[in-house]
């Protein structure tokens, strides 16, 4: 049995005391994946600090014109938000894609973030895992690697961020706030979460005595033409094997901006600004949609069972891209099927 001591934070500066005070300490806010994490021994927190009484459960519109989400909003109530519906269809899509009702009611904003991947072997303490035990070696290099990384793994590390609703908000150009000892931070998305490198221990950028406060949407939500695909092996409540978040802003056919972000491929939501720069001036057309995956796979490797992910990750990009461009969205087309 593992001891832990249990406290629950009064306010935002209680809780930056209490996790600099011990840096074995985890804040619990959901529960949804920590909770699981303890219970396999993947996690053996000293002390679970509880921030789910903190004020950070608003939605609120920023001076800019985009939106201010708190930490601990739901990912139900993110997803059915008015204003996440009109203007960020996107991210609603990404987030309705993922998990299932119950556990979207119990996930926040924040958890969704700083989930763990889901690579089989870092759940199953009697197997090498650099993530979970650094230095003790890859399991899945060379094992059942079906799930894993094709783009920016490295030699100790090749698992995948499980995470939906980050490659909409990667797409999104969504910025992370962050509080600690020093004052509060903003965060580009796309330096929030790290590759594995040599240290696939540490999944963000997140220092040891800071919370996430908030995530910022930019104005801009790319409402009419954009898609979430996601491609996985049962059609609910299953994680990405691929998935892509496309949104484009179109001028008489030729796009005039572009935004790729892809799921289930590498230890973070994969983003090429180079692709996207390459699709921008171009006509919204197959062809260029299959140049820019070419593009944007160019270095994609394979461990030999997820070989497969990167023509599927070709066909699910031109794919995500001619709806977006085509303002068919997959959800509208899940919603046909039914
Ligand atoms: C069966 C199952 C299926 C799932 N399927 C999907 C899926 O298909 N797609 C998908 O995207 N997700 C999926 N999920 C994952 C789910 O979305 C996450 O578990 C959830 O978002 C985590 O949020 P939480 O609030 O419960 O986090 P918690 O479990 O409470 O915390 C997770 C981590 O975040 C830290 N933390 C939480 N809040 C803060 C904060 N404000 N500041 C700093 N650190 C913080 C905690 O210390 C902990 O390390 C699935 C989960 C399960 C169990
Ligand atoms: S891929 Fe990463 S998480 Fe999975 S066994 Fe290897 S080191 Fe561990």
Not at 85 to 109: D, H, K
Not at 168 to 187: F, S, T
Not at 316 to 323: D, E, F, G, K, S
Request: aromatic share 6%; hydrophobic share 40%; proline share 5%.
């Amino acid at each position: 049995m593992n001891n832990f001591e249990f406290s629950r934070a009064s306010d935002v500066a209680d809780a930056i005391r209490q996790i600099a005070a011990d840096p074995d300490a985890k804040f619990v806010a959901g529960g949804t994946n920590l909770i699981d994490l303890i219970k396999e021994g993947v996690a053996r927190p000293s002390r679970l600090i509880d921030i789910t009484r903190l004020p950070l459960n608003r939605i609120d519109e920023t001076p800019e014109g985009g939106l201010r989400i708190g930490a601990l909003v739901p990912n139900s109530d993110l997803a059915y938000h008015p204003q996440i519906e009109s203007r960020y269809p996107l991210l609603r899509s990404a987030i309705l894609a993922g998990a299932s009702p119950q556990l979207r009611n119990m996930a926040s904003t924040a958890g969704n973030l700083l989930q763990r991947t889901r690579c089989f072997y870092f759940y199953d303490t009697t197997t090498p895992c650099n993530k979970r035990e650094p230095g003790s070696g890859c399991s899945a290099i060379d094992g059942f690697n079906r799930m894993h990384a094709i783009l920016g793994t490295s030699e100790h590390c090749i698992a995948t961020h499980p995470s939906d609703m980050c490659v909409a908000l990667a797409a999104l150009d969504a910025r992370v706030l962050a509080m600690g000892r020093g004052g509060e931070r903003a965060v580009a998305f796309g330096d929030f979460h790290r590759l594995p490198g040599d240290t696939p221990q540490r999944d963000t950028n997140l220092r040891d005595d800071e919370i996430i406060t908030a995530i910022e949407l930019p104005a801009n939500g790319f409402s009419t033409n954009y898609s979430y695909l996601k491609i996985r092996d049962r059609l609910s409540y299953a994680f990405a094997l691929v998935a892509v978040a496309a949104a484009l802003d179109l001028d008489n056919g030729v796009v005039r901006e572009a935004r790729l972000a892809l799921g289930g491929v590498a230890h973070k939501p994969w983003r090429d600004r180079d692709v996207e720069a390459q699709l921008r001036g171009a006509p919204a057309n197959r062809e260029n949609f299959a140049l820019a995956a070419d593009a944007l796979l160019r270095d994609a490797r394979g461990f030999g069972n997820n070989d497969f992910k990167i023509e599927l990750a070709r066909r699910a990009i031109v794919r995500a891209l001619t709806q977006a461009a085509k303002a068919t969205p997959q959800s509208q087309a899940d919603k046909r099927i039914r």
